[in-house]
Each structure stands twice: as structure tokens, then as C-alpha cells.
């Protein structure tokens, strides 16, 4: 269940699933890819870093499937949409401006990872890539993972192109010749990859009611806001 929380009065968004993470809002935004040196960020940025107790890392995202282990001392991850954390002196955040967000824990093992599932990624399937990760590098139990899929936009909100669709149904444009010929083709990035991980065996799976369109007023949307660098973010600290 998704709740409402405040760091020093500013809103975050939280999952009761993995109690270590957490989502900025507008209020706090830590993330503006357009100006190098906003002070209000840097200033968010500070909070969180005192909250938590643990430096910030964050990658370079460039819609990729690659996936890095987070190293000691090493803060530069270039083209990278999912990160890897075992080492609790450290914490991480993804930036997010209606792609989906996908936060992953052990708890078992203390160990976590933040995926960035926009169409390209969710298409790569980078959710299922991150786990297998965990599994295989760290002998993770996929019993003992937890998944939240964090505030993205709606299936309301997101129309695509016929290439985009095709690539998640590649035989309804076909065979559905209503939805193909109103042109109307719309996506639920959400419920794909919450399907993508119940598949590959993960229970729990918490999945956010909030779209970054229809609650733009708590979220940054590149749709809505016609290409803004402003973004949210998915932040993991280990316990
Ligand atoms: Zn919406």
C-alpha cells in the first residue's frame, strides 16, 4: 500500500512493501537535468543525504538494459537503467518523468536494486534482468524478493505509436482491426511489468495508483509537460 510521508515537511511517497525506499515529489525534487548547478536540488539533495545518513549515487540513464553492481568509492555509472546495492554506506536514486520506476529488496540479504522501466526498457523486459542479477550474482531467493512499481504514467495517459504497440502486441494490431483502424493505441506500462515479474515468480508485488499525468499536481510528466527536465525519484538505502 502506497502512503503519503514527510522528510523535513517536504511530501514523499512511500510503499509499506520495502520500508527503505521511498519517492520524491515536486517538493523535493533532487533531480533537474537541465540546469547543472540548481540550487534547490542541491539543497533536496542534502536533506535526503542527512535522512538517510548515506551519500547519493545515481546513474547516467539512457533507456538501456544494463545493469551495474554498485562498487565502494566508484560514483560514475554511465549507461545504466538498473543499479545493484549491497553495501549499506551507500544509497541510490533513479530519476523518473512518467517512465515507470521499479524498486527491488531482499530483505533476507539486505540487498536491493532500482530499475528504470521506460517503454525501451520495459520492451527489454529490465525488470526480469535486474532480478536474475540479484539471483545469480548474489544467490538471492526470488521468494525473498519484494517489487514496487512506483508512480508512472496510465494506460489513460499513454497513447503510442503503432511502432511502439507492436512491440507489446505484436499480433492484436493485426487481428483487432476496431482498435487498429481508430488508431487509438494506448499502453499500461505499469501492469506490464508488474505481469514480467509475477511471471518470473515474485509475490509481492506492490504496485502504485498514482500516474504521473493525472497527478501531475505530486509528479513530474514529460508528456504533460511538454519535454520538462525536471524529474521524481526512487530512492534505496539498505538497512
Ligand atoms: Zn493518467
Not at 62 to 80: E, G, M, R
Not at 108 to 115: E, P
Request: include cysteine; charge should be positive; hydrophobic fraction near 35%.
Amino acid at each position: 500500500m502506497f502512503y503519503f510521508d514527510k522528510i523535513n515537511g517536504k511530501k514523499i511517497l512511500k510503499s509499506d512493501l520495502i520500508d527503505n525506499a521511498f519517492f520524491t515529489t515536486r517538493e523535493i525534487c533532487i533531480c533537474d537535468k537541465g540546469v547543472n548547478n540548481n540550487l534547490e536540488v542541491k539543497n533536496n539533495i542534502n536533506i535526503i543525504e542527512n535522512y538517510l545518513g548515506n551519500n547519493l549515487i545515481s546513474p547516467t540513464q539512457t533507456h538501456s538494459a544494463n545493469i551495474q553492481i554498485v562498487k565502494p568509492l566508484v560514483k560514475n555509472y554511465p549507461d545504466t537503467d538498473g543499479l545493484i546495492l549491497i553495501d549499506n554506506s551507500q544509497a541510490i536514486f533513479l530519476n523518473f518523468a512518467d517512465c515507470v520506476p521499479l524498486i527491488f529488496y531482499d530483505k533476507k540479504q539486505n540487498i536491493g536494486a532500482i530499475s528504470h522501466a521506460g517503454w525501451r526498457g520495459t520492451a527489454q523486459k529490465i525488470g526480469e534482468l535486474t532480478v536474475k542479477k540479484l539471483i545469480q550474482k548474489f544467490n538471492s531467493n526470488i521468494n525473498d524478493i519484494c517489487a514496487v512499481i512506483g508512480p508512472a504514467i496510465c494506460e489513460n495517459c499513454y497513447e503510442v505509436g503503432e511502432e511502439v504497440y507492436s512491440v507489446f502486441n505484436p499480433t492484436k494490431t493485426k487481428q483487432e482491426p476496431t482498435l487498429y483502424d481508430r488508431k487509438v493505441r494506448k499502453l499500461n506500462l505499469k501492469e506490464i511489468n508488474r505481469k514480467q515479474l509475477a511471471q518470473i515468480g515474485i509475490k509481492k508485488i506492490d504496485i502504485c495508483p498514482y500516474c504521473t499525468c493525472c497527478d501531475n499536481e505530486y509528479f513530474f510528466s514529460y508528456r504533460k509537460e511538454h519535454g520538462t527536465t525536471l524529474r521524481h525519484s526512487a530512492i534505496l538505502a539498505l538497512i
